[in-house]
């Protein structure tokens, strides 16, 4: 049996991370929605100016901006927001089958707005109304200004994909804020059964900083006991990591509060790990889906990961083994010097800076062909 399809035994669902114009086009998002089981789709700054620079998938559209006057940003929204809505359409019958739990396409706010709350908002209740899909999310960075944003926008019964998390403080303040947007949605008299949403838990990127935290200090010198245990952390911090995030999540959706608001058909925030795709050579290459298996998740892959777990993936119910050894792995880094809250507060930072010079890039990219067509 196909290892990605036996995913769902276990309550997760398999997302691809891309988009690109020839996904739609080509068949390439329907194949895999029906021989792999897919059941969603995000996007990011990074994929769109990737598929924008190596493809020629947007000619049609330089083609008909020509003395239009359109600026990069402009042609850049028209292509994202065609590609987003395909990829909806397609996976429509997947929503509908699932009753809404699945079957979602995302498009991020631009980056440059993840500090700046009302910014954020404006521009999440415009993509959701240009999009004009009840299968689509729309992307908002965890940030602090962020937070009180997705609140709004949950209230609002907005389905948002809250990215770049990283820590596992900042994913409660997701989760109760998922639930008060919703508790304020009920009592405006909205329906909260229409609206969903995940907490994108990056993963890869952790292990890829700890271990460069790992490798300065066995330079700086370390006794032949503190090497032991520095090794031995190694590849194990990020999957300790998202163990305990979702400890967290089995301890806010099952909470009376939640209680209260499943009862009127909401559906839980669901944990999305991305950045799934092993950085080192030393891991293997599908670690991030095996050791990551439980239910209520969504694992979005890219398209090698997607290729690789089919190819070789071992599917267990791994998330909830063994948290005590989680648990040590998280008081050892601490123990070694290696401060969690420094990591995940770098990589928050870091995320943003990487998003919005991908999004420079991608109107650069857009603005040049346009001046060439």
Do not use: C
Not at 45 to 66: M, W
Not at 140 to 150: D, E, I, K
Not at 199 to 207: E, L, Q, T, V, Y
Not at 246 to 273: C, D, I, N, P
Request: aromatic letters at 6%; proline letters at 4%.
């Amino acid at each position: 049996m196909n290892p990605l399809r036996q995913l769902a035994e276990f309550g997760q669902s398999v997302w691809v991370d891309n988009l690109q114009r020839s996904y739609i086009t080509k068949g390439t998002l329907k194949k895999l929605i029906e021989e792999d089981g897919l059941k969603g789709l995000t996007s990011n700054p990074t994929i769109f100016q990737k598929a924008v620079s190596g493809s020629d998938d947007y000619q049609d559209l330089f083609d008909a901006a020509k003395g239009q006057g359109l600026s990069g940003n402009d042609l850049y929204e028209q292509l994202a927001v065609r590609d987003v809505q395909g990829a909806a359409d397609l996976l429509k019958p997947v929503y509908d089958a699932t009753k809404g739990q699945d079957g979602y396409a995302s498009l991020e706010v631009s980056p440059r707005l993840a500090l700046d709350t009302n910014g954020t908002l404006e521009e999440a209740r415009r993509l959701w109304k240009t999009l004009s899909r009840p299968n689509v999310m729309i992307k908002v960075p965890g940030t602090l200004p962020g937070l009180p944003a997705f609140e709004q926008l949950t209230a609002e019964g907005i389905n948002v994909n809250v990215t770049l998390l990283f820590s596992q403080e900042r994913y409660k303040q997701i989760a109760e804020a998922y639930v008060s947007g919703l508790e304020k949605l009920a009592a405006s008299g909205g329906d909260v059964s229409r609206v969903a949403s995940v907490a994108s838990f990056f993963i890869s990127r952790i292990d890829a900083i700890v271990d460069k935290e790992i490798e300065k200090k066995l330079k700086a010198g370390a006794t032949p006991e503190q090497q032991k245990a520095l090794e031995g952390l190694s590849g194990k911090v990020a999957i300790a990591n998202a163990k305990l995030a979702y400890r967290t999540f089995k301890e806010v959706f099952g909470s009376a509060r939640w209680k209260a608001l499943a009862a009127k058909g909401a559906k839980v925030q669901r944990v999305l790990w991305a950045s799934t795709s092993t950085k080192s050579p030393k891991l293997r290459d599908v670690l991030y889906v095996e050791e990551l298996i439980g239910r209520d998740t969504v694992n979005t892959m890219p398209p090698a990961t997607i290729d690789a777990f089919r190819d070789h993936g071992k599917v267990r119910p791994s998330l909830e083994e063994d948290l005590p050894a989680a648990e040590a792995t998280m008081r050892q880094l601490e123990a070694a010097g290696i401060s969690m809250k420094t990591v995940t507060d770098e990589l928050a930072t870091d995320g943003i800076r990487l998003f919005s010079e991908s999004f420079d890039q991608l109107l650069s990219a857009v603005g040049e062909k346009l001046k060439k067509t």
